[in-house]
């Protein structure tokens, strides 16, 4: 398995290279934006098992979160992406849109690279954890779809991100 | 042909004095005395030496109507655009239409230079709007010393009547071109997006307007994000990025029939397009597994050449005005800065040092300057550096200013400026190389991504 030894190795040098530049997980999650796919939390009725609604029903988030310029896949997140992975395996039939977004603070090119980079930093873990790449497309918003619309440090913690979401058929 | 330059002789103004005859094929000889030489610093004041030049509404022969725009009306309107666009440049003090008597035909050629003295106008535009015979316009344009009593610039269009803002433009870039010495610049289009909706949601749209933001037109619906557009140099069409159907592309649209299509064929993210100076070549980044590397394709499509190849994010770039060499930003030294290469990929430098990052690399058309953004202490500003590196000069200040582009000439510098917080807006702005004279364009909604193209021929 190359693609998992190199995944792991990049995130023990990534996360090394932060050291202990603290990162990110916004305390409340933010409102699901319009237009990205996001639906929201399901209502517990007459949930379609494959569905948006099911998957964010049954992962602990569907979203992991990264520092300033960072796209390393930290414990955190692996265990988040680990429940996604979980749900995956239970719903081969299933692909999703892994969408990847920065924060206001970068120019609108290179935050797209950098969209790019979160979102396959996530496809390869649930790659590594069997999921085949084939089911996950990736997208970079970019700045483009802040989750949260403020202009301060919880804000921007909770738009630097890596989305799951379900393609729905 | 719908816009084409005449010289003007006798017959095309009809009522114009005798004298006249003598003086149609003489050159004009070069003013005694301009005192407006561009400002080159920083600190230089706005308000200081700005040459105050008259300009009323230009005379018409007959007051005539075509394509439903009387001759009359079209002389004040025209006489607007010109002072506007002078005032714009920061250099003059413009006394428009709405501040200075009418003229009659025959003063077109023979101006009452006493009163524009009076008026402590160093200069006088006069002009004349006529139609032809073809449905179409003629407009003059004049520009004279008040004290040495001499013609400075004698200019002539044959238009549609359509493009009278054009006319407008083309006697504005005669007079500044003659009173300052650079090239001109007003007549030129802007490419940009308009943008709309909540910040969460942004609708983004792509737009084309004059440089002046006259003849506004959208050109995509908004149903895909569109942005970061590039005027081809001979303004036929504009590439930009669409996430139609949940991609990220970079398309070519013609502008003359609406179509467009794929610069390449990829199943990876394309982005961040750029025309080489004689339009035969495209810049584009792209990922590929997360990571993003230039290329360069031609622009009717074949194989793509990569240009750079490592683990650092290498996006963006702009040609040199020779085609020779390529600008572009690359975090491969951990934050962003900004790279020059050769156009076949080799002899990659990094140019930019100092504090903070550097990104949004464009070289000017005179080949002198690259502009850039500028971001550090949690700011944006955009600024200017020699192709070396050096001589950086920072040329705004303000939360948020990004993505530089040039005035055809050179001198002035385009770019969009965001405010923060949850109503946070962008907006079009433009500022010259000397810092001071900065200013807002007006568009029906926000805007971002401004690019501007060449001189119309």
Not at chain 2, 247 to 263: E, T
Not at chain 2, 400 to 411: C, I, K, L, V
């Amino acid at each position: 398995m190359t693609i998992r030894k190199t995944t792991a190795m990049i995130a023990a040098i990534t996360m090394l290279a932060v050291g202990a530049c603290s990162k990110k997980a916004p305390d409340t999650l933010p409102p699901a934006p319009e237009g990205t796919g996001d639906t929201g939390p399901s209502t517990g009725t007459g949930v379609v098992p494959g569905s948006q609604q099911d998957f964010i029903a049954n992962v602990s988030s569907d979203r992991i979160f990264f520092g300033f310029d960072q796209y390393n896949v930290d414990a955190e997140d692996q265990a988040t992406l680990q429940s996604q992975s979980q749900w995956l395996q239970r719903n081969p039939a299933v692909r999703v849109l892994l969408e990847g977004h920065a924060d206001e603070r970068g120019t609108r090119d290179y935050n797209i690279a950098l969209g790019e980079r979160r979102a396959n930093a996530a496809k390869n873990y649930l790659a590594s954890l069997g999921i085949d790449p084939n089911r996950i497309q990736v997208i970079s918003y970019g700045k483009e779809r802040p989750a949260a619309v403020g202009s301060n440090e919880e804000a921007w913690a909770q738009n630097r991100r890596a989305v799951t979401v379900v393609i729905e058929r | 042909m719908t816009f084409r330059p005449i010289s003007l002789s006798l017959a095309l103004l009809l009522t114009a004095a005798p004298v006249l005859a003598q003086e149609t094929a003489a050159p004009v000889a070069p003013p005694a005395t301009v005192q407006t030489e561009p400002r080159e610093t920083i600190e230089g004041q706005l308000s200081q030496e700005r040459t105050v030049i008259a300009i009323p509404a230009l005379a018409t022969p007959a007051v005539t109507t075509v394509a439903g725009l009387r001759t009359d009306s079209l002389g004040r309107q025209i006489a607007e655009v010109i002072a506007a666009d002078l005032e714009r440049s920061g250099l003059y003090a413009p006394l428009g239409p709405g501040s200075v008597r009418a003229i009659t035909m025959p003063e077109v050629t023979a101006p009452r230079f006493a009163d524009w003295q009076a008026r402590n106008a160093e200069n006088v535009v006069h002009g004349f709007v006529r139609t032809n015979s073809t449905g179409g316009l003629i407009v003059g344009c004049y520009l004279y010393d008040t004290q040495l009593g001499s013609e400075l610039v004698r200019q002539g269009f044959e238009i549609q009547p359509g493009d009278w803002r054009r006319a407008a433009h083309k006697c504005a870039d005669a007079i500044y071109s003659r009173l300052s010495g650079e090239a001109p610049f007003f007549d030129s289009r802007v490419a940009y997006i308009a943008e709309s909706g909540p910040k969460g949601n942004r609708i983004k749209r792509l737009a084309i307007m004059d440089s002046d933001g006259g003849n506004h037109r959208f050109i995509t619906n908004g149903q895909a994000l569109a942005i970061s557009p590039r005027f081809s140099p001979d303004y036929k069409k504009i590439v930009y990025v669409s996430y139609l159907n949940n991609r990220v592309r970079v398309f070519i649209y013609d502008v003359a029939n609406g179509s467009q299509k794929l610069v390449t064929e990829s199943g990876n993210a394309t982005f961040a397009p750029r025309w080489s100076p004689d339009g035969t070549q495209i810049l584009y980044s792209m990922a590929v597994g997360g990571n993003t590397d230039i290329y360069r394709i031609s622009a009717n499509g074949g194989t793509p050449v990569r240009l750079t190849n490592n683990a650092g994010i290498d996006v963006g770039g702009s040609f040199s005005p020779d085609g020779k060499k390529i600008v572009f930003e690359s975090d491969r030294s951990g934050g962003q800065q900004i790279y020059t290469m050769n156009i076949d990929g080799s002899n990659q430098q990094r140019i930019s040092f100092g504090g903070g990052r550097a990104a949004t690399p464009e070289w000017s058309p005179r080949g002198d300057l690259i502009a850039f953004t500028r971001m550090g202490g949690g700011e944006f500003r955009v600024g200017v550096m020699t192709p070396s590196g050096g001589g950086v000069r920072l040329l705004t200040n303000s939360w948020q200013d990004e993505a530089p582009t040039w005035s055809p000439n050179g001198r002035v510098i385009q770019f969009f400026r965001t405010s923060p917080g949850r109503e946070g807006k962008s907006s079009l702005w433009q500022v010259d190389l000397t810092g001071v004279n900065l200013r807002r364009l007006p568009t029906p909604q926000d805007g971002s991504d401004p690019s501007w193209g060449p001189v119309l021929p």
